[in-house]
């Protein structure tokens, strides 16, 4: 896989872009850091408020994937908007947060036995809620079993990607983190064109 070929595509998807997705990802995040700001828990004790942290958090899940959703439009030529984030809650809200839950449950139970089948794992089910966008019709089980099969065989090259942007990732830390506005960006557009890749190569295959 041509790594530099898919950092030129994101690059090329973020031209004339670059103010809304970093608009979008700073709102994310704001809105993201909002329940442990509202309930502050302990750092000491766990209590109801970490728990309510938790859930809270939990349950805005949709927006993050709304996020997701924007990098793959932006990917593929479509204007994105700050409509994006709230476009889950309103559509697939409870499918999303339940595709949250079996993922998230899957993880664990793979890490509970050993770490590196965790982390395996969770390479195998990062594309869930990218195919949950071209395949919303999926039951929550579908998905991530289709996100499982579509990685087999491209978990090392996802790796390999993210490895890739260690340069930038140190750069954003020697700007004290102003630099990733611009390069959580850059990553996820990449990635979303890694999806389209590898979904393209899969389809071609399972359904051509």
Known sequence: MYYSKLRAKARDSLKGNWLIAI???????????LPDFIFNPNEYDFSWRDIA???????????????????IDLSRGKDIR???????????????????????????LWTLLFIVPGIIKSFSYMMTFYILRDRPELSPLQVITESRKMMDGHKGEAFVLGLTFIGWFLLGLVTLGIGFLWIVPYISVTFAHFYDTIREEYEAKHHG
Do not use: N, R
């Open 23 to 33: 608009g979008l990802f700073v709102v994310t995040t704001i809105i993201f850091t």
């Open 82 to 108: 700050f409509g994006h984030l709230i476009h889950p809650f309103q559509t697939i809200f409870a499918k999303t947060i339940f595709v949250s839950f079996l993922q998230g449950l899957f993880l664990l």
């Open 53 to 71: 942290v938790i859930l809270a958090t939990w349950l805005l899940t949709p927006m993050s994937v709304g996020l997701i959703w924007a990098w």
